[in-house]
T-cell receptor, first 115, second 115 residues
Framework: AQKITQTQPGMFVQEKEAVTLDCTYD???????LFWYKQPSSGEMIFLIY??????QNATEGRYSLNFQKARKSANLVISASQLGDSAMYFC????????????FGKGTHLIIQP | DTAVSQTPKYLVTQMGNDKSIKCEQN?????MYWYKQDSKKFLKIMFS???????INETVPNRFSPKSPDKAHLNLHINSLELGDSAVYFC??????????????FGPGTRLTVL
């Protein structure tokens, strides 16, 4: 069974600092994908970044990068130069590539950026 | 030009009633999903559906049933509503059941309150 663990229920960070949100996962399938979603207070789910288990390079999307350490089964999200608008819930999720199931989500991290 | 839309956005109803939430996607995706987000923000897959296969999370009561009149729609019917059904329900869609970077696009969510 798949499992996602996010150990930081909440984080306070000063504006313009870099932020690392932790995510560890567990799966016995060698083919899987890892996702990060942002949920602002307005409630919508916004896709941020994707990392495949066979990808050689860490994924990057603008200010977002994914620190993928396969041996440790971790997929931490790094946000560079944080902004007030980054304040939101952040969810790590996983899906086994050949599974028909939906995403398995972690419990989320509530990030608050302080001016 | 909304990608995934849900109606209604808010739904308040009495215990015991039957209600439906509609979901439509205009992305040409062939797989759709329903997720439940509880009061602690935990997101859990309820159903995955494409024209070939319906995957039901075993923890979902059979009072919940997805109905798909066509590939662009996956409606959620709930019978005999209970207090514990109060949550935010998200519809999502993606290309294909399997495949690595198949980002799931989420609808805006429907906040269901059962009184």
């Amino acid at each position: 069974a798949q499992k996602i663990t996010q150990t930081q229920p909440g984080m306070f960070v000063q504006e313009k600092e870099a932020v690392t949100l932790d995510c560890t996962y567990d799966t016995s399938d060698p083919s899987y994908g890892l996702f990060w979603y942002k949920q602002p207070s307005s409630g919508e789910m916004i896709f941020l970044i994707y990392q495949g288990s066979y990808d050689q390079q860490n994924a990057t999307e603008g200010r977002y990068s994914l620190n993928f350490q396969k041996a440790r089964k971790s997929a931490n999200l790094v946000i560079s130069a944080s902004q007030l608008g980054d304040s939101a819930m952040y969810f790590c999720a996983m899906r086994e590539v050949w599974s028909a199931d939906g995403l398995t989500f972690g419990k989320g991290t509530h990030l608050i950026i302080q001016p | 030009d909304t990608a995934v839309s849900q109606t209604p956005k808010y739904l308040v109803t009495q215990m015991g009633n039957d209600k439906s939430i509609k979901c439509e996607q205009n992305l040409g995706h062939d797989t759709m999903y329903w997720y439940k987000q509880d009061s602690k923000k935990f997101l859990k897959i309820m159903f995955s559906y494409n024209n070939k296969e319906l995957i039901i999370n075993e923890t979902v009561p059979n009072r919940f049933s997805p109905k798909s009149p066509d590939k662009a729609h996956l409606n959620l019917h709930i019978n005999s509503l209970e207090l514990g059904d109060s949550a935010v329900y998200f519809c999502a869609s993606s290309h294909g059941l399997a495949g690595g970077s198949n980002e799931q696009f989420f609808g805006p969510g429907t906040r269901l309150t059962v009184l």
